[in-house]
Antibody
Framework: QVQLVQSGAEVKKPGASVTVSCKASGYTFTSHYIHWVRQAPGQGLEWMGIINPIGGSTTYAQKFRGRVTMTRDTSTTTVYMELSSLRSEDTAVYYC???????????WGQGTLVTVSS | QSALTQPPSVSGSPGQSVTISCTGTSSDVGSYDRVSWYQQPPGTAPKLMIYEVTNRPSGVPDRFSGSKSGNTASLTISGLQAEDEADYYCSSYTTISTVVFGGGTKLTIL
């Protein structure tokens, strides 16, 4: 079945960077964009950006430009999201999600908790 | 890009119907039929309930329906059941090729 499996929880200090991975399986990796969405504790969903597995082109939400980098490895069908210059407000669960066509998300990863604390 | 506007909370009794609104602008909801709705029980990943304004993924009950008029989209849940209690989020594609979410609505079953 179609699955997105994310890497485990991370604890980082302010100013550091974190990389979260998302391994796709059960479908043709290059046929669907992957999005990243985050959710701070007790807060709503926030879209961070999208990567096209063909060629690796990206579009980022303005809020994260300059701090986020999304990449992919087609040989391992894995997408990566790196967020730098971490601050406490970046503490959140980070989700990858498979585009179902026209920017809606049918399949989600299980989420990765990133905690930023000194 | 500002978040779409949803009511913080709605409630209804079992068997009743509720409607959750999602108001955007001509740069998002008003420009495309690319509005989606997600259900999120506590501690779980969101689940797609409606896409492209009115379409239901396989397995979503037909008690869930979507609509749109101008810059406002709506999710209607009829025949409320206890299992419908969750947070609901709308989202829309935008004119700058991004996605914007609503702030979320907590549905309480009385």
């Amino acid at each position: 079945q179609v699955q997105l499996v994310q890497s485990g929880a991370e604890v980082k200090k302010p100013g550091a960077s974190v990389t979260v991975s998302c391994k796709a399986s059960g479908y043709t990796f290059t046929s669907h964009y992957i999005h990243w969405v985050r959710q701070a504790p007790g807060q709503g969903l926030e879209w961070m950006g999208i990567i096209n597995p063909i060629g690796g082109s990206t579009t980022y939400a303005q809020k994260f430009r300059g701090r986020v980098t999304m990449t992919r490895d087609t040989s391992t069908t894995t997408v990566y999201m790196e967020l730098s210059s971490l601050r406490s407000e970046d503490t959140a669960v980070y989700y990858c999600a498979k585009d179902n066509g026209y920017y809606n998300f049918l399949v989600w990863g299980q989420g990765t908790l990133v905690t930023v604390s000194s | 890009q500002s978040a779409l506007t949803q009511p913080p909370s709605v409630s209804g009794s079992p068997g009743q119907s509720v409607t959750i609104s999602c108001t955007g602008t001509s740069s998002d909801v008003g420009s495309y039929d690319r509005v989606s709705w997600y259900q999120q029980p506590p501690g779980t990943a969101p689940k797609l309930m409606i896409y492209e304004v009115t379409n239901r993924p396989s397995g979503v009950p037909d008690r869930f329906s979507g609509s749109k008029s101008g810059n406002t989209a709506s999710l209607t849940i009829s025949g409320l059941q206890a299992e419908d209690e969750a947070d609901y989020y709308c989202s829309s594609y935008t004119t700058i090729s991004t996605v914007v979410f609503g702030g979320g609505t907590k549905l309480t079953i009385l």
